[in-house]
């Protein structure tokens, strides 16, 4: 058996400036050159003969930025069809609720408390704005489920601002999967001269935010290091068993991604390296929900 993926970047346009943005061709927020029109979009579902047994992943810039982002929904909620969006949340007031059904998730990525979190995007009262879109999202759609992102970074795990993070992400409102994953080399970050964490703190920090969560939410590590999960080491891994086939489209290309396990050159002396996994090169993700570890999918 085979799952498809069908991955767009619908738009390059953000609302935000983060300071290790991941998609370094993200341009000004009125610049709509490299939109994919919901016209092409479609026609690309039909030629792909995408149904629910299938996944689509909406991504940008930020994808509600685009003018024709509630005939994606329309089409993807009468498909029935999975659907992932990756957003910062602060446009989500400006669904439609009836669009929002429980085919679609969001992905919102919360970067600590209001301190951390402004500086990371460069917005002020972005916090704010995301927040409040978060429970309007409770409030209008409860069918739609929300996860909620934390990227473990320099600035999130600053002595004096960690535990008041903590205090922000125990108070969100999501009622889904709680992802841990670290900040990524990216042109961004490097043009801004940001160092990434050693796999010590990293793995220390994700250790810290599981046991603060486990037993609230699901709980999704990708692309992190786990060398500090030390009980994992005499668990049983259920494992995903169906081939993924992933397809990226955007305004200008169409193409295959292969994807691959991911060889880090610390896997071969870490014990625990067939639970390390990457959403980014396998589309993998490790899961923790009742009392259970799974290889999932992301």
């Known amino acids: 058996m085979k799952k498809r993926i069908f991955y767009f970047n619908i738009n390059y346009n953000c609302n935000n400036k983060c300071i290790f943005c991941y998609s370094h061709n993200t341009i000004d927020l009125f610049n709509n050159k490299k939109n994919l029109s919901f016209v092409e979009f479609k026609s690309f579902l039909k030629k792909n003969n995408v149904t629910k047994l299938d996944r689509v992943v909406l991504n940008g810039g930020e994808p509600l930025l685009h003018k024709e982002i509630n005939l994606y929904l329309e089409i993807l909620s009468k498909l029935e069809v999975e659907t992932l969006i990756f957003t910062n949340g602060r446009m989500l007031k400006l669904l439609n609720p009836n669009n929002l059904k429980s085919n679609l998730r969001f992905i919102v990525p919360i970067h600590g408390n ?36 934390i990227i473990l970074n320099k600035e999130t795990i600053q002595e004096n601002q960690f535990l008041e993070s903590v205090k922000t992400w125990e108070s969100l409102p999501f009622n889904n999967a709680l992802h841990i994953t670290k900040m990524a080399d990216t042109k961004v970050s490097i043009k801004n001269g940001l160092e990434s964490l050693s796999l010590d703190e990293v793995s220390m920090y994700t250790l810290k935010l599981y046991n603060l969560f486990k037993e609230k939410c699901y709980v999704k590590i990708y692309g992190s290091c786990i060398k500090s999960f030390s009980f994992l080491e005499n668990s049983l891994l259920e494992k995903y068993n169906i081939e993924l086939e992933m397809i ?34 396998e589309y993998k993700v490790l899961e923790f929900s009742e009392n259970k570890i799974y290889e999932s999918v992301e």
Not at 118 to 136: A, K, P, Q, R
Not at 253 to 279: G, Q, V
Request: proline content about 1%; some cysteine; overall charge negative.
């Open 248 to 281: 990226y489209k955007d305004s200008y290309s169409e193409r295959m991604i292969p994807l691959k396990k991911a060889r880090l050159e610390c896997s071969t002396s870490c014990n625990l390296r067939d639970f390390c996994l990457s959403e980014v090169l």
């Open 114 to 149: 209001k301190e951390v979190h402004d500086f990371i995007t460069g917005v002020s009262n972005s916090l704010e704005e995301t927040l409040e879109s978060l429970y309007w999202i409770q409030d209008n759609a409860k069918d739609c489920n929300v996860d909620i992102k």
